[in-house]
Structure formats: structure tokens, C-alpha cells
């Protein structure tokens, strides 16, 4: 599966921004998603998790009630709706795939990486 990243930008303190994840290649059905960010000098960190049914969820402890993560598998997309945003969030986001059933914080569990979007929080 290809999978594409798209829907950063820069934004202002307290904003929104709405990340999309499109595959291609194979229904993304078939694999629980991720979303990963990594922000200069620092590792990949996980954001946010969903199965494979949409039915189960999973946050970053920085992300949570802030962050909403989706999928339409109907549309092969996964969503990110990223509110509140803080300077800190200011990172590339990358969505990735796994054939589990459900996500993981590990980024070693995922097989599939999309190319990343940027998002930058201005003060």
C-alpha cells in the first residue's frame, strides 16, 4: 500500500488543522494506522492510533483532547483533526500502516510510511 500525507501548514497558536492520509495500492481496510510526528533534533514520536474497524483509539498523553484521529475506509483515508495546536506541535506528521488489528505506539510495529506533511505552530 502507498499511503500520502497531506493537509499541513503553518497556523497560528490555538488553530486547527485537518490531516489527511490517502492509500493507494491496497484497501486500507486491511491495517490498523498510525500518525506519527518528528520535530527537528528529536525522534519519531507516536500521536495517535486507530484499528482496523475504526472502533479503538489511542492517544499520545500531549495529544489527548486536543487530537482526533479517523478513518473512512469507504474513502481509503485516515484523518487527523488537530485542534488547539501549540508550538510544540510543530513537527512532521507521517501516517504509517500496520496488518495488525490494532495500532501501536511502536514505530517499529508499522510496515507502511506515507512521505509526511509539515505543520508549524507560530507563538
Known amino acids: 500500500v502507498q499511503l500520502q500525507a497531506f493537509g499541513g501548514g503553518l497556523v497560528q497558536a490555538g488553530g486547527s488543522l485537518r490531516l489527511s492520509c490517502a492509500a493507494s495500492g491496497r484497501t486500507v481496510r486491511t491495517y490498523a494506522m498510525g500518525w506519527f510526528r518528528q520535530a527537528p533534533g528529536k525522534e519519531r514520536e507516536f500521536v495517535a492510533g486507530?484499528?482496523?474497524?475504526?472502533?479503538?483509539?489511542d492517544y499520545a498523553d500531549s495529544v489527548k483532547g486536543r487530537f482526533a484521529i479517523s478513518r473512512d475506509n469507504g474513502k481509503n483515508s485516515v484523518y487527523l483533526q488537530s485542534n488547539s495546536l501549540k508550538p510544540e506541535d510543530t513537527a512532521v506528521y507521517y501516517c504509517?500502516?500496520?496488518?495488525?488489528?490494532?495500532?501501536?505506539?511502536?514505530?517499529?510495529?508499522?510496515?507502511?510510511w506515507g512521505q509526511g506533511t509539515q505543520v508549524t505552530v507560530s507563538s
Open positions: 504509517a500502516a500496520t496488518t495488525s488489528f490494532v495500532s501501536s505506539s511502536d514505530p517499529q510495529v508499522y510496515d507502511y
Open positions: 486507530i484499528s482496523r474497524s475504526g472502533g479503538s483509539t
